[in-house]
C-alpha cells in the first residue's frame, strides 16, 4: 500500500533515549534493526524520540554530549536500511516548560554540528505546545510536525476515545494554527489498541488481546453502544482477571476525514505533508487504498 499511495518519505523511529531504571547517564532505548533495506525510492527520515525528562536532569555539556553521540548511531542505523544519507533529522519530545530550554538548546546545537549541515533539523508539536505557545515557546526550527492524536486521558476509565478526539482538537487548534509561525507536517493516526482496567483502575495497554478475542462472546461481554468490553473469565496469556474490562480504541475513515477538513480549514491552504502513524501490517490492515485517498484528498 506504500507504493500505492506514491509516499514518497518514510518516517522511522531509531530509538527512544532516556534513563534507564537506576541509571544516570541515557542511553538508547530499544533501537530498531532493519530486516531489509527500505525502497530506493522513497527518502528515510530517522526520527529519535527523547524523553523530556532528560533535559531537567542534564546541563548543557551533557546535553551536547548526547548529540555527538546520537549522530553516529543515527548514520549507522541509516546505512543499515540501505541508504547511503538523510537529508532530515526529526526529535521527537513532549517537552515541558520546565524541559523547554534545554531541549531547544539541543535542537539549536544539531543545526550548528558540520556533519549535519546538510540536514535539515525538525521536530514534533502536540496539541498543547500550539495553544499554549507562550508557555511551550516555539521551537528553533522552520518545521515541525503536529502529531494529531493520543489527545485524550488515556489512564481515565469510561467510553471516551483517547487517540483522536474532535471535541480536544477544535479546543486547542481552532483559531491557532494559521498565525503558528513554523512551516507544519499532520501526522494522523492509523492505530489501535486495547486499554486494559481493573476496578475502573487503568493498569495499561494489552499487547496479548486483539479484536477476535473481544468477539468471542464466552470470553468477553460488551457494554451495549460502548467500545467496553468486561472480561467473563481470568486470561492468563493477557495477564488479567475476570472482571476487568477493556476499551477498544480505534480510528475509523470518517473521523480522519473530519479532521482533515478541519485542519485543512485552520492552516488556510498551506503547503504540508500527510503523515500516517504507523505503517505496520497489522495497522495497514484495517484501512484500503481507497480509504486513505479519500483522508488525503480531504486536505
Given at each position: 500500500?506504500?507504493?500505492?499511495?506514491?509516499?514518497?518519505?518514510?518516517?522511522?523511529?531509531?530509538?527512544?533515549?532516556?534513563?534507564?531504571?537506576?541509571?544516570?547517564?541515557?542511553?538508547?532505548?530499544?533501537?530498531?534493526?532493519?530486516?531489509?533495506?527500505?525502497?530506493?525510492?522513497?527518502?528515510?527520515?530517522?526520527?529519535?524520540?527523547?524523553?523530556?525528562?532528560?533535559?531537567?536532569?542534564?546541563?548543557?555539556?551533557?546535553?551536547?554530549?548526547?548529540?555527538?553521540?546520537?549522530?553516529?548511531?543515527v548514520s549507522e542505523k541509516v546505512k543499515q536500511s540501505g541508504k547511503e544519507d538523510?537529508?532530515?533529522?526529526?526529535?521527537?519530545?513532549?517537552?515541558?516548560?520546565?524541559s523547554r530550554d534545554k531541549f531547544f538548546y539541543l535542537l539549536e546545537y544539531l543545526?550548528?554540528?558540520?556533519?549535519?549541515?546538510?540536514?535539515?533539523?525538525?521536530?514534533?508539536?502536540?496539541?498543547?505546545?500550539?495553544?499554549?505557545?507562550?508557555?511551550?515557546?516555539?521551537?528553533?526550527?522552520?518545521?515541525?510536525?503536529?502529531?494529531?492524536?493520543?489527545?485524550?486521558?488515556?489512564?481515565?476509565?469510561?467510553?471516551?476515545?483517547?487517540?483522536?478526539?474532535?471535541?480536544?482538537?477544535?479546543?486547542?487548534?481552532s483559531g491557532t494554527l494559521k498565525d503558528y509561525p513554523l512551516e507544519l507536517d499532520?501526522?494522523?493516526?492509523?492505530?489501535?489498541?486495547?486499554?486494559?482496567?481493573?476496578?475502573?483502575?487503568?493498569?495499561?495497554?494489552?499487547?496479548?488481546?486483539?479484536?477476535?478475542?473481544?468477539?468471542?462472546?464466552?470470553?468477553?461481554?460488551?457494554?451495549?453502544?460502548?467500545?467496553?468490553?468486561?472480561?467473563?473469565?481470568?486470561?492468563?496469556?493477557?495477564?488479567?482477571?475476570?472482571?476487568?474490562?477493556?476499551?477498544?480504541?480505534?480510528?475509523?475513515?470518517?473521523?480522519?476525514?473530519?479532521?482533515?477538513?478541519?485542519?485543512?480549514?485552520?492552516?488556510?491552504?498551506?503547503?504540508?505533508?500527510?503523515?500516517?502513524?504507523?505503517?505496520?501490517?497489522?495497522?495497514?490492515?484495517?484501512?484500503?487504498?481507497?480509504?486513505?485517498?479519500?483522508?488525503?484528498?480531504?486536505?
Amino acid at each position: 500500500m506504500i507504493q500505492d499511495l506514491k509516499s514518497n518519505t518514510l518516517f522511522v523511529r531509531i530509538m527512544d533515549i532516556d534513563f534507564t531504571d537506576g541509571g544516570i547517564e541515557p542511553v538508547p532505548i530499544s533501537p530498531i534493526s532493519f530486516e531489509q533495506t527500505l525502497p530506493s525510492n522513497q527518502a528515510l527520515v530517522p526520527v529519535v524520540f527523547i524523553n523530556q525528562r532528560i533535559f531537567t536532569e542534564l546541563d548543557s555539556l551533557q546535553i551536547r554530549g548526547i548529540a555527538h553521540k546520537m549522530i553516529p548511531f543515527v548514520s549507522e542505523k541509516v546505512k543499515q536500511s540501505g541508504k547511503e544519507d538523510f537529508k532530515e533529522l526529526q526529535i521527537d519530545c513532549d517537552w515541558t516548560k520546565s524541559s523547554r530550554d534545554k531541549f531547544f538548546y539541543l535542537l539549536e546545537y544539531l543545526q550548528k554540528i558540520p556533519e549535519l549541515n546538510e540536514v535539515t533539523i525538525t521536530t514534533t508539536l502536540r496539541l498543547h505546545q500550539v495553544k499554549n505557545i507562550q508557555s511551550s515557546g516555539i521551537p528553533p526550527v522552520k518545521r515541525a510536525t503536529l502529531m494529531c492524536y493520543n489527545m485524550g486521558n488515556l489512564r481515565q476509565f469510561g467510553d471516551h476515545n483517547s487517540i483522536l478526539n474532535q471535541q480536544d482538537l477544535t479546543t486547542y487548534l481552532s483559531g491557532t494554527l494559521k498565525d503558528y509561525p513554523l512551516e507544519l507536517d499532520i501526522a494522523l493516526p492509523l492505530f489501535d489498541w486495547y486499554v486494559a482496567f481493573r476496578d475502573h483502575q487503568y493498569i495499561g495497554i494489552s499487547k496479548y488481546i486483539d479484536k477476535s478475542d473481544l468477539d468471542d462472546k464466552s470470553l468477553f461481554t460488551r457494554n451495549p453502544k460502548t467500545e467496553l468490553f468486561i472480561l467473563n473469565q481470568d486470561l492468563q496469556k493477557a495477564n488479567l482477571k475476570k472482571g476487568d474490562v477493556i476499551r477498544h480504541e480505534f480510528i475509523t475513515k470518517e473521523q480522519l476525514i473530519a479532521t482533515a477538513k478541519f485542519l485543512n480549514k485552520e492552516l488556510q491552504g498551506k503547503e504540508k505533508r500527510i503523515i500516517f502513524y504507523h505503517l505496520a501490517p497489522e495497522v495497514l490492515s484495517n484501512y484500503n487504498y481507497a480509504d486513505l485517498q479519500e483522508v488525503i484528498a480531504a486536505f
